[in-house]
C-alpha cells in the first residue's frame, strides 16, 4: 500500500513520454515517425491501474486533442485520464500558476500529488516551489543545478518509477533544513553539511558513470543530515549517533545508517565502518569539506586537531584508516587525491564547468 496516499501522477511530455530530439516541428501527431520513450508502455499501464495519470505539457502548436492522437500512435492514449497544455494552464512551466492552475483543475490536493519530468528547471524547480513531489527522470545522469538537487526521488529509467513510489521518498532539501532549524543550526554548520552534501553528490555522479548502483541523490541527504546533531548535548551520545536516532525517528532509515558512520572512529572497526557507497562517500566528502571549502584530507584532519585538541591524538592514530578509504574511493574513479580535489574545486565552484558527464 502507497503509505503516503500519492493519488496522481503528473507527467510531461516531451522527452519524457515521447521522444522529441528537435528533428521536426509543428503538431507531434502530424511527423513524419512518432516515438514513445524507452518502457514508457509497460510503466504506464502499471501506473494506471493505481493511480490517475495527468500529462501537462507545455505544447503550443497542438491542443490536448492532437496530444491524444500523437499518444494513439504508440498505444499510450488508454492510459492518460486528463491531458493539459499551458494554453488550458494560462501558463507554462516552471510559472507557479501553471501548477497551482492544474492542481485546481485535476481537484487533487497537493500533498497527493507528484510531477514526472526531464527538465530540471520546468518540471523539478517548478512544482517543488509550488509545493508538489517531483521525480526527476535523469536518463543520462545530468547534474542538478547548483549541485542542489530538489527532487524528492530521481530515475534514470522510466521502468524504475513503480519500485521507487513503492518506497518512502527522501525527505526535500526544505524539509533537511526545516530540521536544523528545529535542533538549533549555525550559519557556520549550515555552511559546512551543504559543502559535504554537494560534494558527495558529484563524487556519487562520477561514480555512478562506470556504471556502478549508487544514489546521487541519497549520497546528497546523507551528507545533507549527517550533522543534525552536531550541536545537541553529547553527555551520552556522540553526535553521530544523536543524528541516527533522529532520523530513525522519522522512519529516514538508509540516512541514519549514513549519520551513524560518518566519523572518523567509525572506520576503525566493521561494526561501525561504513558499508555502503552513499555512507563511505558522506564519510569521505565529510573529510574534505573545511567550512565551505574543499580541502585534502591532511588539510582537513589538521585542521580538526587544532579545533579539537583534547582529540588531536584519536585523530591521528586513526588517519590510516581514514587514508585507505580515499584510496578505495580514488582507485574505483580511476584518479588520485590531488585531482580529485582539483576537479571537485572546479565543478562545484567554477559556473562554466560541466563535467557530470565525467572527471576533467
Request: proline content about 0%.
Given at each position: 500500500m502507497n503509505e503516503r496516499k500519492i493519488t496522481t501522477l503528473v507527467f510531461d511530455w516531451g522527452n519524457t513520454i515521447m521522444a522529441d530530439d528537435g528533428q521536426f516541428s509543428g503538431k507531434m501527431m502530424d511527423w513524419p515517425s512518432v516515438q514513445a520513450i524507452e518502457g514508457a508502455y509497460d510503466t504506464l499501464k502499471?501506473?494506471?491501474?493505481?493511480?490517475?495519470l495527468v500529462l501537462a505539457s507545455n505544447a503550443e502548436d497542438s491542443t490536448p486533442r492532437d496530444i491524444f492522437n500523437a499518444l494513439e500512435q504508440v498505444n499510450l492514449d488508454p492510459f492518460f485520464h486528463l491531458i493539459f497544455t499551458c494554453k488550458e494552464l494560462s501558463a507554462k512551466k516552471p510559472d507557479l500558476l501553471f501548477y497551482q492552475t492544474l492542481v485546481e483543475k485535476i481537484n487533487h490536493p497537493v500533498e497527493k500529488v507528484v510531477m514526472i519530468g526531464d527538465d530540471y528547471l520546468k518540471d523539478i524547480v517548478g512544482s517543488k516551489l509550488a509545493g508538489w513531489r517531483a521525480i526527476w527522470f535523469n536518463p543520462s545522469g545530468q547534474t542538478s543545478n547548483g549541485h542542489l538537487p530538489l527532487q524528492d526521488m530521481e530515475v534514470r529509467n522510466l521502468t524504475d518509477i513503480p519500485e521507487v513510489l513503492s518506497h518512502p521518498f527522501l525527505p526535500d532539501v526544505q524539509t533537511c533544513l526545516g530540521w536544523y532549524m528545529e535542533l538549533g543550526a549555525t550559519h557556520t554548520l549550515l555552511s559546512h553539511v551543504q559543502n559535504v552534501a554537494a560534494i558527495a553528490y558529484q563524487i556519487s555522479l562520477w561514480l555512478e558513470q562506470p556504471g556502478m548502483f549508487i544514489s546521487p541523490l541519497l549520497a546528497h541527504r546523507g551528507g545533507l543530515t549527517h550533522d543534525l546533531s552536531k550541536l545537541q548535548d553529547q553527555s551520552k551520545n556522540n553526535h553521530?549517533?544523536?543524528?541516527?536516532?533522529?532520523l530513525e525517528s522519522k522512519k529516514q532509515l538508509k540516512l541514519a545508517e549514513i549519520a551513524r558512520r560518518h566519523l572518523i572512529g567509525d572506520l576503525v572497526t566493521d561494526e561501525t565502518r561504513p558499508q555502503t557507497w552513499e555512507e563511505k562517500?558522506?564519510?569521505?566528502a565529510d573529510k574534505l569539506s573545511e567550512g565551505n571549502t574543499?580541502?585534502?584530507?591532511d588539510?582537513?584532519?589538521?585542521?580538526?586537531q587544532l579545533r579539537y585538541p583534547d582529540f588531536a591524538l584519536k585523530i591521528k592514530k586513526n588517519t590510516p584508516f581514514v587514508k585507505a578509504l580515499e584510496d578505495e574511493i580514488v582507485t574505483a574513479l580511476g584518479t588520485t587525491p590531488a585531482k580529485l580535489v582539483a576537479d571537485l574545486k572546479?565543478?562545484?565552484?567554477n559556473k562554466n564547468s560541466h563535467s557530470s558527464k565525467g572527471m576533467l
Open positions: 502499471l501506473l494506471s491501474a493505481e493511480y490517475q553521530a549517533v544523536l543524528a541516527a536516532e533522529f562517500i558522506v564519510n569521505y574543499i580541502v585534502s584530507i588539510e582537513r584532519l589538521e585542521a580538526l572546479k565543478t562545484l565552484f
